[in-house]
């Protein structure tokens, strides 16, 4: 493999990449920036003359989500491009896939017919709204999961109607649980010797995501509604206006409480039957949060922090993107990661991993490929020679 380690940790481990968009590559990102050997299979440009399939190519988000693999063209379209995909799997751990249901099936490489290639691959397939069911055969977009899966109705401020989260938050999650899901397959493999067919979806993603306002519902019978940026039942907790901006105030508990209180200024107020309580403080959040508008209003983000945070009540500013990256702590995580020889933007930052590990890290050691870049590699590999014969017959 003539591609730089991205890590140690994932090291022998093939993943074969027919994912597009977001959920897929999201999942694929794991391994490849854990020093697995990701081979990405795109369709030839005489075939799909776009061959992006989902973000452009020269993109900052393709950059995010493709970089550290392998690509090949292969044209899955035909019974010779069918033959060296399953070639391939023989060689591969791991195959990920966000087609429709239906489409595996229809090319003959759902996971029975990868299985009987392959006993110990593991196939993770990301989907819409499941493999089967009465919706599985509906396109997926993070949009319609997020208000399907509950998100959408609990997001905003009262009574503002539906709002989506700022981010794909459903695929990306659909991604990570795929990749959650594939690993367990691999820890479980290393008992049975047998691989397995991993599902997900945006619609089981989103609604885990739900958490605790799932819970209320299946536990309770209450229905969630809209908060804007007040926390359900942790109160007060949210957003408060300061001189120069706004931050986050959180008090969880009666002790939080009463620290945030005597830091504002107002101890009187733990005593006040308006807010001696959580239930009391919940029946009066409006009056509350009125009052410590006007306390937070009179000085700097920066003043409340640190005057907060000294006593030992949870708070935060409330940053612009570009405000992130400059903040020491985030420099610190170095969670922006360095990336050479992107295209177009040369050597660059990309986001990095979430997680460290102190004996393998994860770094960002190749750009994404061009389209078919290892394309002659990867076959050689698997000794198959005959390139400009596949070339004139538009499989590769």
């Known amino acids: 493999m003539n591609l730089p380690l991205a890590s140690t940790a ?4 093939r993943v074969i990449d027919l994912s597009r968009v977001r959920s897929g590559p999201t999942a694929v990102r794991q391994f490849a920036d854990w020093g697995a050997d990701v081979i990405k299979i795109e369709p030839p ?38 033959r060296i995909l399953k070639e391939l799997v023989k060689t591969a751990d791991v195959v990920v896939e966000n087609f429709r249901p239906d489409v595996k099936t229809r090319l003959g490489i759902d996971y029975e017919s990868l299985k009987a290639i392959n006993p110990r691959v593991i196939l993770g397939s990301i989907s819409g709204f499941g493999q089967d069911g009465p919706y599985a055969k509906r396109p997926g977009f993070d949009q319609i999961a997020q208000g399907m899966g509950g998100l959408m109705s609990i997001t905003g401020e009262p009574g503002s109607g539906p709002m989506r989260v700022g981010i794909p938050i459903a695929d990306l999650c659909a991604g990570l649980f795929c990749a959650m899901g594939v690993l367990t397959a691999l820890l479980e493999r290393e008992k049975s010797g047998e691989g397995q067919w991993v599902q997900t979806s945006l619609l089981q993603s989103q609604i885990f995501m739900l958490d605790f306002q799932a819970a209320r519902w299946l536990t309770q019978g209450e229905i969630p509604k809209q908060a804007g940026n007040d926390h359900p039942t942790s109160i007060p907790t949210g957003v408060f206006p300061t001189s120069n901006g706004s931050i986050n105030i959180a008090c969880a508990g009666e002790t939080i409480w009463q620290r945030c209180a005597t830091a504002l200024g107002h101890p009187e107020w733990i005593e006040d039957p308006r807010f001696v309580k959580n239930s009391n403080r919940s029946d009066n959040r409006k009056l509350l949060n009125e009052l410590i508008s006007l306390v937070t209003q009179t000085n700097t983000s920066e003043y409340w922090v640190e005057t907060l945070l000294a006593q030992g009540v949870p708070t935060g500013p409330i940053y612009s993107i570009d405000q992130v990256f400059a903040d020491p702590q985030v420099e610190h995580l170095g969670i922006a990661t360095a990336a050479k020889g992107t295209l177009p933007f040369g050597d660059t930052q990309l986001v990095g991993q979430p997680f460290s590990m102190n004996r393998t890290p994860s770094s960002i050691t190749a750009p994404p490929p061009s389209r078919g870049q290892h394309t002659e590699d990867v076959l050689l590999e698997l000794g198959i020679d005959d390139l400009d014969t596949l070339r004139q017959h538009n499989v590769i």
Do not use: M
């Open 45 to 82: 440009e005489s075939v799909e003359p776009d061959g992006s399939l989902g973000a452009g190519r020269n993109t900052a988000d393709f950059q995010n989500l493709q970089r550290n693999k392998r690509s090949i063209t292969l044209n899955l379209k035909s019974e010779e491009g069918i």
């Open 10 to 13: 994932l090291n022998g481990i």
